[in-house]
């Protein structure tokens, strides 16, 4: 997704974090299928995602965020080598159950990431987005917990002119 806005439904089961991250076709998916994989605190993979880096990313930071459908918290990184934000308090936080259906709007013309539960907006997850991102969903942080999402073509509640992808 590089401009306009995007709306896609996440149906979920247990606690996955759901997000957006920036696109890599280069980098080798192959090489990460041991352990434990996500792109929001793994320091150890930051130089792996950052030599991926295009002019195309645009001036914003922000290179991967995510939503904890644990505790309803935000994380995001710009892969720098240093600590990630981890933890975020933001307005309209809540937390997901199984069979919740999270709901997120990335409108790139206003920069802003906007989560949705159960069809009610909870409100805007990260500003100063810009350059083009893709979605993804991190399971598995939690060991004992059997994370799952379904990804569904939706329709944004009370239309902001997003289209479902």
């Known amino acids: 997704m590089t401009s306009g806005a995007h709306y896609a439904e996440f149906l979920i089961t247990d606690q996955p974090y759901i997000g957006i991250v920036r696109p890599m076709p280069g980098l080798d998916a192959d090489a990460y299928h041991e352990g434990e994989f996500c792109f ?3 320091p150890r993979l930051q130089p792996d995602f950052l030599v991926q880096r295009s002019d195309n990313w645009g001036g914003s930071n922000v290179h991967a965020c995510d939503f904890s459908c644990d505790d309803g918290e935000t994380n995001w990184t710009e892969w ?5 934000e981890n933890n975020i308090e933001w307005e309209g936080r809540e937390t997901c159950q199984s069979g919740d259906t ?3 709007l990335l409108n790139l013309d ?6 949705y539960k159960n069809n009610r907006r909870l409100g805007v ?3 100063g987005l810009s350059g083009p991102y893709c979605w993804y969903v991190c399971l598995g942080k939690h060991p004992t917990v059997a994370d799952a999402v379904s990804i569904k073509r939706g329709t944004l509640p009370n239309s902001d002119g ?3 992808t």
């Not at 206003?110 to 989560?115: A, E, M, Q, S």
């Open 125 to 127: 997850l990260k500003d």
């Open 162 to 164: 997003a289209t479902a």
């Open 80 to 84: 720098n080598g240093y600590e990630d």
């Open 102 to 104: 999270v709901g997120m």
């Open 110 to 115: 206003k920069g802003t990431l906007t989560v």
């Open 40 to 42: 929001i605190g793994m």
